[in-house]
C-alpha cells in the first residue's frame, strides 16, 4: 500500500525547527511565488509560456517568455511581503528596495537553466536570504555581503517532481508537492559522501580551461588505468539546479570553472544568485565548494552580478581541484 514517506508539512517542520517570525514569512512568500511558477512550468505550451521573450538582460544573455514571467511573479509577491526589505534579481539590472521595514534581503535566479525550458528538462528557482545590515534605506553594498551571511538558502526544482530543498542552517531537507499545493517532507537530512565516482562539467568547453583543471579532468578519464584508480561516469544536464539536486541525492561533483574565452569573467555562474545559495545547500549538507582557490562562501563580492568559477560537491573531488590549483 503506497504510503507517504514522511508526511510532515511544511509548516509543521518549520516549528518544529523553531524557524518562525518575519524569517518564516519571508520563506513562505518565496515558496509560495515558486508553487506559482511550477504550475505555469508544469503546463509548458498550455498556458503559453514557452519560447524567447524577444528581450534581454543584464546579464547580455536573451530572456525566456518563462524567465519573465517567472521574474515577475517572484517580484511581485516579495514586493508585499513586509519583512522583505529588498530583491535582487539575475534578470534584473539594478536591485529593488521594497518595505524599509523589512529585514530581509532575497536574491534569487528566478529560472535557472533557462536553455531546458523548450525540451521539457528541468529547471528551477535558486533563492538566497541575507539579513539587512541597518535601518534606512538599501544601497547596493547592503547585498554584497559573503556567503557565510546567509540565513536561508535553497530552490525549487520543477522536475519530475516539484522539490523544494532548502536549509536555514539547520542542515538541509527536501520537501515535494503534492496535488493540492503543498510541500509534503520526503527527504530528512540530506547528507553528501567525501568520495564519488561521477563527475558533472561541460566538456565541450575543454580546450579554453587552464591546465591544472585539464589535468584534473584528465585523471578521472583515464579511470582505473590513471592516477585515481577507478572509473569515472559523466553526466551534464545544463542546469545547475538538477545537477546540485542529483549530488545531494547520490553524490558527485559538480564544475562550471573559469576559462579562457574571456577573461573579464572569472567563471559563468553568478556569485549571489547561484553560487551562494548552492554553496550553501553544499556544505550544510557536509559537502565542500570552491572557485578552485578559494571557498565559496568566503568570497567578498564585488558586484551584484559578479561571475565565479564554481566547484561543488563531495570533498575529496574539490579538495583534489584546490590542490592542483595551489
Ligand atoms: P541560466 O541561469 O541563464 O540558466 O545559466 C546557468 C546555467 C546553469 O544552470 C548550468 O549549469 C549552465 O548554465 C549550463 O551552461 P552550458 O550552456 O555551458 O551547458
Ligand atoms: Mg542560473
Redesign the pocket.
Known sequence: MFQTPISTFLNQHFDQHNLSGSLKETLFAVINACVAISSKVRLGALSGVLGEAGSGNI?G?AQKKL?VIANDILINALRQTPTVAGIAS?EEDNFVETCEQGEYLVLF?P??????IDVNIS?GTIFSILKKPHSGSLKVDDFLQNGRNQVAAGYVLYGVQTQLVFTAKHGVFGFTLNNHGEFILTKDMFRLPETTAEFAI?M??QRHWETPMQTYIAELLAGIDGVRGKNYNMR????????VHRILTRGGV?M?PFDKRDLTKPG???LM??ANPMSLLIEEAGGLSSNAKQNILDIQPTGLHQRVAVILGAKEEVERVNLMHA
Open positions: 546579464q544573455e524567465d539575475e535566479d529560472l535557472d537553466g533557462s536553455s531546458n529547471v561541460n565541450s568547453n551534464w544536464v545544463a542546469s545547475m539546479v538538477a545537477e559538480f562550471y559563468k555562474l553568478r544568485y547561484e
